[in-house]
């Protein structure tokens, strides 16, 4: 498949490169992280493995015009591994456009 728009979700964690346009993850890079099967180092199992989409419509959606390139992962929703889907975090979206607007 060739993948023509690719961006990052960056969070404290760890970063995952994604295809821009069907908002499939490529690649989980998670920061501490030890082994193939995304155990970190202190022994916890990394979130950031289990995202297997994240759902661009919805970020394209709030952010009418914009290029998504380099993305806080709290902006936007996601689907897991199980198929559950988590939405961006709408409270930090909002105190991250008012920055933004000062």
């Known amino acids: 498949m060739n993948h023509d728009h690719l ?10 490169l994604f295809d821009a346009d069907t908002g499939e993850v490529l690649i989980c890079d998670e920061y501490g ?3 193939s099967n995304k155990q970190r180092i202190d022994g916890e199992t990394s979130y950031l493995s289990n995202i297997a989409k994240f759902d ?3 970020w394209r959606q709030a952010y009418p015009g914009q290029v998504l390139e380099n993305v806080d992962i709290l902006d936007l929703g996601y689907w897991t591994t199980a198929g559950d889907y988590e939405g961006p975090e709408l409270e930090w979206r909002g105190e991250a456009r008012a920055l933004a607007n000062t």
């Open 7 to 16: 961006a990052i979700a960056t969070s404290s964690n760890g970063e995952l």
């Open 33 to 35: 992280c030890c082994s």
């Open 56 to 58: 661009v419509a919805e």
